[in-house]
């Protein structure tokens, strides 16, 4: 990736921007004041993310459609941010509507996987519904792929018995019957019973592994 030299460091978080959009004074004045406040809270609330943190800022189309933006992660605390200029609301509007959530939603992404390796499609569902669960609760958004609907335990039971060679974006992102987000919605779903079947918060929850997620989310009486 092409990074453009101009970036701006502080005590424990590093922005710089990609090459290939011209992000403005104004753009980045407000991307960097939400990110250092983002951090400062979800340091407070959730330990073991790095001490030192890498947030690359890009522009780029290929985003979530309801958002304009979308966040991914490299370990060990790297945490990459596209926004697409051109939806609604530009750069200043996105970043001031999404930019803090997506940063609480990464942020616990990269606590929970320096702990435990995503190595299956279940294991990702949990992981993103924590993680979902999280920015929820925490982050001030409440994004649709965290909102299951009414069957969703039906929508688990079907998830759950896939074989382990279904195909992870039909089941992530865009199902062929319509579904959006199964995967995710899921992975919500199932945090929120463990949570509440533990009495442990979605924060303790990122120590806990997939396995004892999946018994506590299965338990009866809840």
């Not at 011209?22 to 340091?43: C, G, L, N, T, Y």
């Not at 991914?72 to 509007?93: C, F, K, N, R, S």
């Not at 702990?115 to 920015?135: H, I, P, W």
Request: aromatic fraction near 10%.
């Amino acid at each position: 990736m092409l990074v453009a030299a101009l970036g701006c460091r502080r005590a424990d978080v590093e922005i710089e921007y990609g090459a290939g959009y011209p992000f403005s004074r104004a753009e980045r004045r407000v991307i960097e004041q939400i990110a250092d406040r983002a951090i400062a809270d979800v340091r407070r609330l959730l330990p073991g993310v790095p001490g030192e943190l890498r947030i690359t800022v890009q522009a780029g189309s290929r985003v979530i459609p309801e958002t304009g933006e979308v966040g991914t992660i490299g370990l060990p605390g790297a945490v990459y941010w596209t926004v697409d200029p051109t939806h609604e609301g530009d750069v200043i509007g996105v970043a001031n509507t999404q930019l803090r959530a997506t940063l609480f939603h990464e942020c616990y992404h990269l606590v929970r996987e320096a702990k435990f390796a995503t190595e299956s499609r279940v294991d990702r569902a949990v992981s993103e519904g924590l993680a979902t669960s999280f920015e929820r609760d925490f982050g001030g958004r409440s994004p649709p792929w965290g909102a299951y609907p009414a069957d969703v335990e039906a929508w688990a039971k079907e998830f759950l018995a896939l074989p382990a060679g279904a195909p992870v974006r039909d089941w992530m992102f865009q199902h062929p019957d319509g579904r959006r987000w199964v995967g995710y919605k899921v992975g919500t779903y199932l945090a929120d019973r463990a949570s509440r079947a533990s009495g442990l918060s979605v924060v303790e929850l990122a120590e806990v592994p997939t396995e004892k997620i999946l018994s506590w989310a299965s338990s009866t009486g809840q």
